[in-house]
T-cell receptor, first 110, second 114 residues
Framework: GQQVMQIPQYQHVQEGEDFTTYCNSS?????IQWYKQRPGGHPVFLIQ?????EVKKQKRLTFQFGEAKKNSSLHITATQTTDVGTYFC??????????FGDGTTLTVKP | DGGITQSPKYLFRKEGQNVTLSCEQN?????MYWYRQDPGQGLRLIYY???????QKGDIAEGYSVSREKKESFPLTVTSAQKNPTAFYLC?????????????FGQGTRLTVV
């Protein structure tokens, strides 16, 4: 089935540093979604990207969809302690399934 | 408030017993999903249902069963055949399964089998 590889698995940063997680696929994606899961919580939808080369921003978060629609990234500028959690990318298949990446767990040292 | 509700939040069961996890949504969503999450890992799809009275196996369906008799309910049974059932179980729903829409997740049920 369709799979997405997400890197890195873990990222430890000092508060104020930037953070980036990447999601890569060997096949062309129709869309990609990003979710955030706080420690002990459940995934919460952040955004969906559909168009080739699309860039969307949410305050300090920048989401990109690659030109070939095979990769995506989430970049956080000047991390804060509230950014801690695990960030997942997810892709939808035509069969109606959502496949999630393994996630990148971000820890922020104050 | 519309949302998706899982119960209970924590569940303890003895080895060899079947256990059913509840998932209810009042979002009027057609599609519902069950995922399993192990510590430090991603979400693995157990079962999903695109419409009432229909469901399909996900990537790790062995040892699990589901039903979808009502649109708002999608209970998951963890059977004694599931070799390693201790995990965090997440239920989700989407408006439908034919277009790409965001998934809404329940709070999860943390199952511990002793």
């Amino acid at each position: 089935g369709q799979q997405v590889m997400q890197i890195p698995q873990y990222q430890h940063v000092q508060e104020g540093e930037d953070f980036t997680t990447y999601c890569n696929s060997s096949t062309t994606l129709s869309n990609i979604q990003w979710y955030k899961q706080r420690p002990g919580g459940h995934p919460v939808f952040l955004i969906q990207l559909v168009k080739s080369g699309e860039v969307k921003k949410q305050k300090r978060l920048t989401f990109q969809f690659g030109e070939a629609k095979k990769n995506s990234s989430l970049h956080i500028t000047a991390t804060q302690t509230t950014d801690v959690g695990t960030y997942f990318c997810a892709v939808n298949t035509n069969a109606g399934k959502s496949t999630f990446g393994d996630g990148t767990t971000l820890t922020v040292k104050p | 408030d519309g949302g998706i509700t899982q119960s209970p939040k924590y569940l303890f069961r003895k080895e060899g017993q079947n256990v059913t996890l509840s998932c209810e949504q009042n979002l009027n969503h057609d599609a519902m999903y069950w995922y399993r999450q192990d510590p430090g890992q991603g979400l693995r799809l157990i079962y999903y249902s695109q419409i009432v009275n229909d469901f399909q196996k996900g990537d790790i369906a062995e040892g699990y069963s589901v039903s979808r008799e009502k649109k708002e309910s999608f209970p998951l049974t963890v059977t004694s055949a599931q070799k390693n059932p201790t995990a965090f179980y997440l239920c989700a729903s989407t408006r439908d399964s034919t277009t790409s829409t965001e998934a809404f997740f329940g709070q999860g049920t943390r199952l511990t089998v002793v």
